[in-house]
């Protein structure tokens, strides 16, 4: 913790990240969580320019049940390291007034709060400590769904076990509130703001001749670069501003769309590669207004031009979004039940099946909604996709890659490493050269004809759908031919998820409702392990 993304390779792309949050929830604070090691002050400064509002460093010490235990062991330094850098590193670069720094992992005391705030922090997390409070015993099973005290767990029984009370959270912060204020007393400081970064009132206790711990030298973590005219902790008037009353979004759909109204609606508008993330905060006022119970295709914004990086991202069910033209990166990143339609141009000299027409990383992380793509898109389509469903007329590399969920129909070539990490939804490939188990990564999937009549009606209908979206010439063909393209599909399925689909389908025939049919099933395929 934090993992890899595979949205996020450049510090400009963690700056899109934090950009394309801002739209999803203009009245949040984007918080972004960096390691504890050396150089996390370069990174800092880069996360500070790129408009974050808190940055959390964490150090080696913490870690849930849930987070890997190579990395609970082996990754990070301590939290006393990363945070004194990041401190001094946003200081020298005159940043550290444009944030907030947060340290966590394993803070247990208003004496861990007092160092931490000397050394730079302003802010604290707590999260091993609470656990403990509420009764964990530190099985590090949270990713089991067997946590015995019943905290970290969807199984009733097991939930039925859980003893906290938020009281016991209550009183132990009041504890270490209470210290810390007993600390600042007796260093004779009235606020956090007066504390922060006073590392002249810290001192190096001294060892025993000949010990390890008389050799370290603390002065990188002691010194204190405040230099004139510049402050030392968080100032409000100084966050990044992002101008998001000059996006698309102000500007035409929260004008000209009307909210209020469940009528079925629609604009015209063009749109540049420099109108990023549109729809996310139109999309985000109709969360707060309706949250998911929109029918499809309410609020319709008709998009002629060149759509700019996370074109569509986190839309919700009810606003659709068509593109005539081409879109950049993150498509559709974390679609939330919303549809995206992109098609080229009428009266291209191109077949459209042959040409890129969207960038790569589209639809990363995305949990409901459709999207129907007429053309090529880039690498890593559908990654971490959990529940949404698209067509589109080929991908790059690594597609579908740590799938869990939903359906991608894919009309064209694909490029290697398909399915890499895929443990749910499914796929269905057009294998025309008969050569796609070259690029499929076979390590969790299997590949199999398209025979079940309900994969062959699902797959003929979501042609069906992208045809009369986008108007796909390569969609059209296939229909038209269906019986002669259906034997060259090619459908790609988890080992796993079939399996659990199975054991549900017999749970379900012995009177099981859903639910309960897929607890029972998930801990019947267990005790097989």
């Not at 802010?123 to 403990?132: K, N």
């Not at 968080?234 to 992002?242: E, K, L």
């Not at 919700?316 to 993150?330: E, F, H, M, Q, V």
């Not at 759908?465 to 038209?480: M, N, W, Y």
Request: with cysteine; aromatic share 8%.
């Amino acid at each position: 913790s934090p993992p890899p993304h595979h949205d996020i390779y450049s510090i400009e792309d963690l700056a899109e990240l934090i950009y394309d949050l801002k739209n999803a929830n203009r009245h949040a604070n984007i918080n972004v969580k960096l390691v504890s090691e050396a150089g996390v002050g370069t990174i800092a400064a880069g996360v500070a320019k790129g408009g974050a509002q808190v940055i959390l460093v964490s150090g080696y010490d913490g870690g849930t049940g849930a987070a890997p235990r190579t990395s609970i062991k082996n990754a990070g330094l301590p939290w006393e390291l990363g945070i004194a850098e990041t401190h001094q590193t946003l200081i020298l670069n005159g940043l550290r007034s444009r944030v907030r720094i947060e340290s966590d992992s394993k803070l247990l005391s208003g004496r861990d709060v007092a160092i931490s705030c000397m050394l730079g922090a302003e802010e604290f997390g707590f999260g091993t400590s609470l656990l403990m409070c509420e009764g964990c015993v530190m099985m590090r099973v949270c990713n089991l769904d067997t946590c015995p005290m019943g905290i970290c767990t969807q199984n009733p029984e097991l939930r039925k076990r859980f003893k906290g009370k938020p009281e016991y959270i209550i009183n132990y912060l009041t504890f270490v509130a209470q210290e810390l204020r007993e600390y600042m007393a007796k260093l004779g400081v009235r606020t956090i703001d007066e504390l922060v970064g006073r590392t002249d009132l810290l001192h190096v206790k001294p060892s025993a001749a000949g010990s390890r711990a008389a050799k370290m030298n603390l002065d990188c973590i002691l010194h204190n670069p405040a230099i004139a005219n510049s402050n030392v902790h968080f100032v409000p008037a100084d966050t990044y501003d992002f101008h998001l009353e000059n996006t698309l979004d102000m500007k035409v759909l929260m004008k000209k769309f009307k909210l209020s109204s469940k009528a079925p609606q629609s604009v015209r508008l063009e749109v540049s590669n420099t109108d990023r993330a549109l729809g996310a905060i139109f999309g985000s006022e109709i969360t707060r207004k309706y949250g998911s119970s929109l029918p499809d295709d309410v609020y319709t914004a008709e998009c002629i031009g060149a759509g700019g990086q996370s074109f569509g991202a986190f839309i919700p069910k009810g606003l659709t979004l068509s593109l005539t033209g081409d879109c950049n990166d993150y498509m559709g990143k974390g679609l939330s039940g919303g549809k995206i339609i992109v098609r080229p141009p009428e009266g291209i000299g191109y077949k459209p099946e042959e040409n890129i027409i969207t960038g790569n990383v589209a639809l990363y992380g995305a949990t409901s909604g459709k999207a129907f793509v007429s053309g090529v898109a880039g690498e890593r389509f559908c990654v971490r996709n959990s529940g949404a469903t698209a067509v589109v007329e080929g991908v790059g590399d690594h597609g579908c890659e740590y799938m869990t969920g939903g359906t991608v129909v894919v009309l064209g070539q694909t490029g290697k490493n398909f399915a890499a990490g895929m443990t749910g939804g499914v796929a269905y490939v057009l294998d025309e050269n008969w050569d796609f188990y070259q690029r499929v990564n076979k390590e969790t999937v299997s590949l199999e004809p398209v025979e079940h009549k309900y994969d062959v009606a699902a797959l003929k209908e979501l042609i069906r759908e992208h045809v009369e979206a986008t108007g796909s010439p390569r969609g059209k063909e296939i229909l038209d031919n269906f019986s002669e393209y259906l034997p060259k599909f090619k459908k790609v399925l988890p080992y796993d998820y079939d399996r659990m689909l199975r054991v549900i389908a017999s749970m379900e025939e012995r009177g099981l409702d859903g639910e309960q049919a897929q607890i029972e099933a998930f801990y019947a395929v267990q005790k097989k392990k």
